[in-house]
């Protein structure tokens, strides 16, 4: 069962109630890779990732974290920044391969 809530997943809010470009200039500037996720995808840790639109997510590989956009429809888009262990980096940054629908 997938989850739609952002807390599943832990870690901290970088930028809240911004624009989908401003939230993928951030991320292009922070991460040392990123790439495109559909919306209503899920990520990992069973959660769905909320989007009105495709957005960028990053990954900071030398300090093993990601940022990953959502759509809160109480705040607008927010961006947390969470530390993945290796397995769930793996998994993660397997996402850059598929053909997400």
Do not use: W
């Not at 292009?28 to 995808?41: A, G, H």
């Not at 109480?74 to 969470?82: N, P």
């Amino acid at each position: 069962m997938a989850y739609r809530c952002a807390k599943h997943l832990g870690g901290k809010i970088v930028l809240e109630n911004v624009s989908a470009a401003e939230s993928d200039d951030y991320v292009k500037r922070q991460c040392s890779e990123y790439f495109e996720i559909s919306p209503d995808v899920t990520v990992f840790r069973d959660t769905l990732v909320s989007l009105s639109c495709p957005m960028l997510t990053g990954v900071k590989t030398n300090r093993r974290k990601v940022l990953i956009p959502f759509f809160k429809r109480c705040s607008g888009y927010v961006l947390i920044e969470i530390t993945v262990s290796k397995k769930d980096l793996a998994k993660f940054l397997s996402l850059r391969t598929k053909a997400l629908p």
